[in-house]
C-alpha cells in the first residue's frame, strides 16, 4: 500500500494482463455480521482484507465473537443470537456497512437481553445520516439515542433483560436516503422473529436496489427465507433463525473491478485487461457496470469469476444514464467521461451526496481542476471533457473511490497526482500495485531523480528516503559495481581482467528484495558494504566494458511510477534525461567521520585518519577514470550536506522536485 502523501501517476499509454480482485466489501461485512449472530462456526473464503472489514471484525471480537486466521480463511465462531457482552464500546470508522447492521442489531438485542452498547466512527461518520434507521427501531420500541447531532452517529443503545417489542405491526423504513437503512434491519430482525413473522415496509421509493437483493441473497444462505413483495414490502417468517451456512466464499469485488473494466475500455488496445475474481455470475449490483461500459464503447466478454474488456468505440461515446441501480461504479464513468465525445450525463445519483464524502460536489471539484466542464446538481452530474487535459492534483477527501477513479485520468497524456492515496485502503489496499502491474507507458515518460556523489556523501540515504516519500523505485547503483567486484572477489578474478570482470557483470544474477540485494538466492546486502568490497568496486567500475555490461540492469529500473537512482554518473550516463538531478557533496573529514560512525556502530573496528586517505584515494579513482568520471551533470543542483540533516537535505531536494512539476 502507498502511504506517501501524495502518488505522482505519470503518463500513462496502454494497460493489459490480468488483476486479481480483492473481495466485495458489501459481501463482506454482510457474511461477517450474520456469522457472528448465527450459532456454530462458519469458514470465510477470501474475505476482504481493509479498513471497513476490520472494524467489523473488531466489533465482531469484542462482542464476543471468535475469530481466527489462516492464510485466506477466516473462522467465525458466533454468538448463536445470545448476546455475550452487554456492554461494549465499538469504533466502525467509516464504515457504513458496519454501522448500520450493527446499530440494528446491538438495539434488538439490547431491547430483549439487556445491554448497553456505544456506538461511534470518524468525524465523517458522524456526518451520514442514521436518523431512518433510528425512527424505525424506535417504532420496534428499542432505546436509540443520538449522542451527538439528531439523527446522525454516535448512538447509544439501551434495553433492560426480558424486554418487549412491537413486531406485530408492520415497521415502516424510509428507502430513499440510503437502502442499507432497510438491509440494517433485515439482516437485524431474524433476531427477534421466534415467535411470529415480522413485515418490513419501505416509505418512498427504495434506492440502490442491487444492494438489497445481495442482503437477500446472503440471508438465504444463512437459513432467512426473507419473503420479498414488490420492492415495498418485506416479511421474515414466523420462527426464522440463523444457521450457518459452514462455508462462504466471497466473490471479488463489482465496484472495485469497475477500474478495471475502464481500464480496459480506455486503454485494452493490443490485449484485454483480465478481471479475476467476479464475472457476469456475481450476484452483486454493480456488475451492471459493465453494461455502462459497454454502451460507452467497452468491448467485454466474460463468464463464471471473470471478466476481459477491450478498447472497442474510440473516442469514447458520451452517454446519459440513471445510475440509481450502480452508485459506487458509477463514480468511474464520470472519469470514462473525460475521453468521450460529447457530454455525460449521470442521473439520479442523490445518495452520493451521503457516501464517505459528498461525491457529487467532490467529483465536480476535481473533474474541474482536470479541466473539465462540470454541471452538478441535486442530483446529477454532467461532463463535458476538455480539448486537453491539464495536469492536477487531486484532492482524494479520504475517499477510497475518488482516488481509484481518478487514476484512470492519466490516460490522457498529463501526469496526475493522487493526494492521500492510502485511503484506498477502504476497500483496495494494493489498488495503485493493481494497476501499475497493467499499465505500460514510454520509458521517457517515467520520471526518474538522480543522486550522484562521492562516496560516503550520505546519497544513499538521501535518495532512498526522497524515493520512500513519493513511492518510487530505487536503485543504488553502487550495489552493481559492488556485487561485481564481491563475485569477482570470490572466484578470484583480478581487478584488472576487463573480459573476465565485464563477463561476470553481463550474468550477474543481482536482485533486489526488500530494499536488500540479493546474489541469487543469497542476501548480500551487509557483505556488500564491507570495505575492501567498496575498493575493489572502484576498481572494477573504471573498466568500459563492465560499466556497457551494467548499464541495461540499472535502466531496467525505471518503473512505473518513477525511479530515484544514486551513483556517480546517473545522472550524467545512465539518465541523462532525468528529471532532477543532484550532485551530493560534504566535505572530505564529515564523510570520513560519518563512515566512521557507521562501522563502529556495527562492531567494525576503524580508524578516522585511515578512511579519510581511502576515500579521497576512491574519489580521485572515480574522478579521474576515462569513462563516466565522477562529475556533477551540467543541469544538476548541487548540495552539499557538511551542515544538514537528512531531513533537511530531502527537504530541498523535495522542493527542487515541486517546482519541476507542472502541478502549480
Ligand atoms: O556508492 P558506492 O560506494 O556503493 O560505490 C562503490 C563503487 O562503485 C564506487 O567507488 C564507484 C563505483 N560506482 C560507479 O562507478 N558508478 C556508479 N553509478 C556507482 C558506483
Redesign the pocket.
Given at each position: 500500500m502507498y502511504t506517501t502523501r501524495f502518488l505522482d501517476l505519470p503518463p500513462f499509454a496502454q494497460a493489459a494482463g490480468t488483476v486479481r480482485l480483492p473481495g466485495s466489501k458489501s459481501i463482506s461485512n454482510r457474511v461477517l455480521l450474520l456469522a457472528g449472530l448465527s450459532a456454530g462456526t462458519t469458514e470465510v473464503h477470501d474475505l476482504l482484507d481493509s479498513d471497513d472489514t476490520q472494524v467489523m471484525l473488531a466489533a465482531l471480537e469484542q462482542l464476543g465473537c471468535r475469530l481466527e486466521r489462516s492464510g485466506s480463511v477466516l473462522r467465525i465462531t458466533g454468538l448463536g443470537g445470545r448476546l455475550a457482552v452487554h456492554e461494549a464500546q465499538l469504533f466502525l470508522g467509516n464504515a457504513g456497512t458496519a454501522m448500520r447492521p450493527l446499530t440494528a442489531a446491538l438495539a434488538l438485542l439490547a431491547a430483549t437481553q439487556g445491554g448497553d452498547f456505544a456506538l461511534s466512527g470518524v468525524p465523517r461518520m458522524h456526518e451520514r445520516p442514521i436518523g431512518d434507521l433510528v425512527d424505525a427501531l424506535r417504532q420496534l420500541g428499542c432505546e436509540v439515542d443520538c449522542t451527538g447531532t439528531p439523527g446522525y452517529p454516535p448512538l447509544r443503545l439501551r434495553g433492560q433483560p426480558g424486554g418487549r417489542l412491537h413486531t406485530a405491526q408492520p415497521i415502516r423504513v424510509r428507502g430513499d436516503v440510503s437502502s442499507q437503512f432497510l438491509t440494517a434491519l433485515l439482516l437485524a430482525l431474524p433476531l427477534v422473529a421466534a415467535d411470529g413473522e415480522i413485515v418490513v415496509e419501505v416509505e418512498g421509493e427504495l434506492i440502490s436496489k442491487p444492494y438489497v437483493e445481495i442482503t437477500l441473497n446472503l440471508l438465504a444462505r444463512f437459513g432467512i427465507a426473507v419473503r420479498r413483495e414488490g420492492w415495498q414490502r418485506f416479511v421474515i417468517p414466523a420462527g426464522s433463525a440463523y444457521r450457518s451456512p459452514g462455508r462462504v466464499h466471497v466473490e471479488g469485488d463489482a465496484s472495485s473491478a469497475s477500474y478495471f473494466v475502464a481500464l480496459g475500455a480506455i486503454a485494452g488496445v493490443d490485449a484485454p485487461v483480465r478481471i479475476e475474481g467476479v464475472g457476469t455470475d456475481s450476484i452483486q449490483g454493480d456488475i451492471r457496470f459493465i453494461e455502462a461500459a459497454q454502451a460507452m464503447g467497452a468491448e467485454v466478454t466474460g463468464g463464471p469469476g471473470f471478466l476481459e474488456v477491450r478498447r472497442g468505440a474510440w473516442p469514447l461515446k458520451a452517454i446519459t444514464l440513471d445510475c440509481n441501480h450502480i452508485p459506487d461504479a458509477a463514480m468511474t464513468l464520470a472519469v470514462m467521461a473525460l475521453y468521450a465525445c460529447g457530454s455525460t450525463r449521470l442521473t439520479n445519483i442523490a445518495s452520493w451526496r451521503v457516501k464517505e464524502t459528498d461525491r457529487i460536489a467532490a467529483m465536480a471539484a476535481e473533474l474541474r481542476k482536470l479541466g473539465a466542464g462540470v454541471l452538478e446538481g441535486a442530483d446529477f452530474i454532467e461532463i463535458t471533457p476538455p480539448a486537453a487535459l491539464t495536469p492536477a492534483a487531486i484532492h482524494t477527501y479520504d475517499d477510497h473511490r475518488v482516488a481509484m477513479c481518478f487514476s484512470l485520468a492519466a490516460f490522457a497524456g498529463v501526469p496526475v497526482r493522487i493526494l492521500d492515496p492510502k485511503c484506498v485502503a477502504k476497500t483496495f489496499p494494493d489498488y495503485f500495485e493493481a494497476l501499475f502491474d497493467l499499465v505500460c507507458t514510454g520509458v521517457e515518460a517515467v520520471p526518474v531523480i538522480t543522486v550522484?556523489?562521492p562516496?560516503?556523501s550520505g546519497?544513499?540515504t538521501l535518495a532512498s528516503a526522497v524515493a520512500k516519500a513519493l513511492g518510487y523505485h530505487f536503485l543504488?547503483?553502487?550495489?552493481?559495481?559492488?556485487a561485481t567486484?564481491l563475485t569477482a572477489m570470490r572466484i578470484g578474478v583480478a581487478p584488472d581482467d576487463e573480459a573476465s570482470l565485464a563477463r561476470i557483470a553481463a550474468t550477474l544474477p543481482l536482485h533486489f528484495i526488500g530494499g536488500d540485494a540479493h546474489l541469487g538466492d543469497e542476501n548480500v546486502a551487509d557483505a556488500?558494504?564491507a570495505e575492501d568490497?567498496?575498493?575493489m568496486?572502484?576498481?572494477?567500475?573504471?573498466w568500459p566494458a563492465v560499466?556497457e555490461a551494467l548499464r541495461q540492469l540499472?535502466l531496467s529500473f525505471r518503473r512505473i511510477p518513477g525511479l530515484v537512482?544514486?551513483?556517480?554518473?546517473?545522472g550524467t550516463?545512465?539518465f541523462p534525461s532525468a528529471t532532477l538531478k543532484v550532485f551530493l557533496t560534504a566535505s572530505a573529514a564529515t564523510r570520513a567521520e560519518r563512515r566512521y560512525k557507521q562501522l563502529i556502530s556495527k562492531g567494525i573496528p576503524a580508524n578516522i585518519s585511515t578512511l579519510r586517505a581511502e576515500l579521497e584515494a576512491?574519489d580521485e579513482?572515480?574522478r579521474n577514470?576515462s569513462v563516466?568520471p565522477?562529475k556533477p551533470a551540467e543541469d544538476a543542483l548541487l548540495l552539499d550536506n557538511s551542515e544538514l540533516t537528512v531531513e533537511a537535505s530531502m527537504a530541498r531536494v523535495l522542493e527542487a522536485w515541486e517546482q519541476r512539476r507542472p502541478f502549480g
Amino acid at each position: 500500500m502507498y502511504t506517501t502523501r501524495f502518488l505522482d501517476l505519470p503518463p500513462f499509454a496502454q494497460a493489459a494482463g490480468t488483476v486479481r480482485l480483492p473481495g466485495s466489501k458489501s459481501i463482506s461485512n454482510r457474511v461477517l455480521l450474520l456469522a457472528g449472530l448465527s450459532a456454530g462456526t462458519t469458514e470465510v473464503h477470501d474475505l476482504l482484507d481493509s479498513d471497513d472489514t476490520q472494524v467489523m471484525l473488531a466489533a465482531l471480537e469484542q462482542l464476543g465473537c471468535r475469530l481466527e486466521r489462516s492464510g485466506s480463511v477466516l473462522r467465525i465462531t458466533g454468538l448463536g443470537g445470545r448476546l455475550a457482552v452487554h456492554e461494549a464500546q465499538l469504533f466502525l470508522g467509516n464504515a457504513g456497512t458496519a454501522m448500520r447492521p450493527l446499530t440494528a442489531a446491538l438495539a434488538l438485542l439490547a431491547a430483549t437481553q439487556g445491554g448497553d452498547f456505544a456506538l461511534s466512527g470518524v468525524p465523517r461518520m458522524h456526518e451520514r445520516p442514521i436518523g431512518d434507521l433510528v425512527d424505525a427501531l424506535r417504532q420496534l420500541g428499542c432505546e436509540v439515542d443520538c449522542t451527538g447531532t439528531p439523527g446522525y452517529p454516535p448512538l447509544r443503545l439501551r434495553g433492560q433483560p426480558g424486554g418487549r417489542l412491537h413486531t406485530a405491526q408492520p415497521i415502516r423504513v424510509r428507502g430513499d436516503v440510503s437502502s442499507q437503512f432497510l438491509t440494517a434491519l433485515l439482516l437485524a430482525l431474524p433476531l427477534v422473529a421466534a415467535d411470529g413473522e415480522i413485515v418490513v415496509e419501505v416509505e418512498g421509493e427504495l434506492i440502490s436496489k442491487p444492494y438489497v437483493e445481495i442482503t437477500l441473497n446472503l440471508l438465504a444462505r444463512f437459513g432467512i427465507a426473507v419473503r420479498r413483495e414488490g420492492w415495498q414490502r418485506f416479511v421474515i417468517p414466523a420462527g426464522s433463525a440463523y444457521r450457518s451456512p459452514g462455508r462462504v466464499h466471497v466473490e471479488g469485488d463489482a465496484s472495485s473491478a469497475s477500474y478495471f473494466v475502464a481500464l480496459g475500455a480506455i486503454a485494452g488496445v493490443d490485449a484485454p485487461v483480465r478481471i479475476e475474481g467476479v464475472g457476469t455470475d456475481s450476484i452483486q449490483g454493480d456488475i451492471r457496470f459493465i453494461e455502462a461500459a459497454q454502451a460507452m464503447g467497452a468491448e467485454v466478454t466474460g463468464g463464471p469469476g471473470f471478466l476481459e474488456v477491450r478498447r472497442g468505440a474510440w473516442p469514447l461515446k458520451a452517454i446519459t444514464l440513471d445510475c440509481n441501480h450502480i452508485p459506487d461504479a458509477a463514480m468511474t464513468l464520470a472519469v470514462m467521461a473525460l475521453y468521450a465525445c460529447g457530454s455525460t450525463r449521470l442521473t439520479n445519483i442523490a445518495s452520493w451526496r451521503v457516501k464517505e464524502t459528498d461525491r457529487i460536489a467532490a467529483m465536480a471539484a476535481e473533474l474541474r481542476k482536470l479541466g473539465a466542464g462540470v454541471l452538478e446538481g441535486a442530483d446529477f452530474i454532467e461532463i463535458t471533457p476538455p480539448a486537453a487535459l491539464t495536469p492536477a492534483a487531486i484532492h482524494t477527501y479520504d475517499d477510497h473511490r475518488v482516488a481509484m477513479c481518478f487514476s484512470l485520468a492519466a490516460f490522457a497524456g498529463v501526469p496526475v497526482r493522487i493526494l492521500d492515496p492510502k485511503c484506498v485502503a477502504k476497500t483496495f489496499p494494493d489498488y495503485f500495485e493493481a494497476l501499475f502491474d497493467l499499465v505500460c507507458t514510454g520509458v521517457e515518460a517515467v520520471p526518474v531523480i538522480t543522486v550522484d556523489g562521492p562516496t560516503a556523501s550520505g546519497k544513499g540515504t538521501l535518495a532512498s528516503a526522497v524515493a520512500k516519500a513519493l513511492g518510487y523505485h530505487f536503485l543504488d547503483s553502487g550495489a552493481v559495481y559492488r556485487a561485481t567486484a564481491l563475485t569477482a572477489m570470490r572466484i578470484g578474478v583480478a581487478p584488472d581482467d576487463e573480459a573476465s570482470l565485464a563477463r561476470i557483470a553481463a550474468t550477474l544474477p543481482l536482485h533486489f528484495i526488500g530494499g536488500d540485494a540479493h546474489l541469487g538466492d543469497e542476501n548480500v546486502a551487509d557483505a556488500l558494504r564491507a570495505e575492501d568490497v567498496g575498493a575493489m568496486a572502484s576498481k572494477v567500475s573504471a573498466w568500459p566494458a563492465v560499466r556497457e555490461a551494467l548499464r541495461q540492469l540499472q535502466l531496467s529500473f525505471r518503473r512505473i511510477p518513477g525511479l530515484v537512482a544514486d551513483g556517480r554518473d546517473m545522472g550524467t550516463v545512465i539518465f541523462p534525461s532525468a528529471t532532477l538531478k543532484v550532485f551530493l557533496t560534504a566535505s572530505a573529514a564529515t564523510r570520513a567521520e560519518r563512515r566512521y560512525k557507521q562501522l563502529i556502530s556495527k562492531g567494525i573496528p576503524a580508524n578516522i585518519s585511515t578512511l579519510r586517505a581511502e576515500l579521497e584515494a576512491r574519489d580521485e579513482r572515480d574522478r579521474n577514470r576515462s569513462v563516466a568520471p565522477l562529475k556533477p551533470a551540467e543541469d544538476a543542483l548541487l548540495l552539499d550536506n557538511s551542515e544538514l540533516t537528512v531531513e533537511a537535505s530531502m527537504a530541498r531536494v523535495l522542493e527542487a522536485w515541486e517546482q519541476r512539476r507542472p502541478f502549480g
